[in-house]
């Protein structure tokens, strides 16, 4: 699986992107999905992920303000992410697992598949 991350941007505090990220390979539908960022000289950190079949969970930094949603029919996964704070500033990253193990979803090991990842820039 080869994943393209995109829509990031430089965007005012309170304001909303939608980040997109566009999976290649079979059986996409088949995969787990997640949402990490890194900040400069901060680790990747969960931001939010959802299972192949529905489920999703969100870090508790952003619950309430973003929405992980997927279209397997495009092999696109989304991030909506609404009332944006400077502390969201990072670059953002896509990622795939096959597992289904949902306590697993928040850990960077989990995933062996990731995208390039995009720049989100909050002002003040």
């Known amino acids: 699986v080869q994943l393209q991350a995109s829509g990031g941007g430089l965007v005012q505090a309170g304001g909303s992107l939608r980040l997109s990220c566009a999976a290649s390979?079979?059986?996409?539908?088949?995969?787990?999905v997640g949402w990490f960022r890194q900040a400069p000289g901060k680790e990747r950190e969960f931001v939010a992920a959802?299972?192949?079949?529905?489920?999703?969970v969100y870090a508790d930094s952003v619950k309430g303000r973003h929405t992980i949603s997927r279209d397997n029919a495009k092999n696109t996964v989304y991030l909506q992410m609404n009332g944006l704070k400077p502390e969201d500033t990072a670059v953002y990253y896509c990622?795939?697992?096959?597992?289904?193990?949902?306590?697993?979803?928040?850990?960077?090991?989990?995933?062996?598949?990731w995208g390039q990842g995009t720049q989100v820039t909050v002002s003040s």
């Open positions: 990622a795939a697992t096959r597992t289904a193990i949902q306590s697993t979803l928040p850990t960077v090991s989990a995933y062996a598949y």
């Open positions: 390979g079979r059986a996409f539908s088949d995969y787990s």
């Open positions: 959802r299972r192949s079949f529905g489920s999703t």
